[in-house]
């Protein structure tokens, strides 16, 4: 079992920045994909931008050239640079992995409890 913290979150002005990070601990064995999700009040969860185990990134159309999204293996850890932030930016992020267990065939997704970022305008 793995467990993921995300920080970060935090009260910004709009077009200020703020740096996410999640970390995950527990019984590692394989992290596969990394990635963020958002969810605002009354909307769905959105997929923000994933991470492969390789370092390719992919990201929403809405945060395209303003966020950047990396990952150190060696730490477990996974980090949202979110920059030009917009009062649409406003929600709760959360982390996930894609994690198995060397007896697992298959990788699982793992969930934080989420990090409350607000932008005002």
């Known amino acids: 079992q793995v467990q993921l913290v995300e920080s970060g979150g935090d009260l910004v002005q709009a077009g200020g920045s703020l740096r996410l990070s999640c970390v995950v601990s527990?019984?590692?064995?394989?992290?596969?994909?990394m990635g963020w999700y958002r969810q605002a009040p009354e909307k769905q969860r959105e997929l923000v931008a994933t991470?492969?185990?390789?370092?390719?990134?992919n990201f929403a159309d809405s945060v395209k050239g303003r966020f950047t999204l990396s990952r150190d293996n060696a730490k477990n850890t996974m980090y949202l640079q979110m920059n030009s932030l917009k009062p649409d930016d406003t929600a709760v992020y959360y982390c996930?992995?894609?994690?198995?267990?060397?007896?697992?065939?298959?990788?699982?997704?793992?969930w934080g409890q989420g990090t409350q970022v607000t932008v005002s305008s």
């Open positions: 996930y992995v894609q994690h198995r267990t060397m007896y697992d065939l298959r990788y699982s997704d793992y």
């Open positions: 527990g019984s590692i064995f394989s992290i596969n994909d």
């Open positions: 991470i492969t185990a390789g370092g390719n990134t």
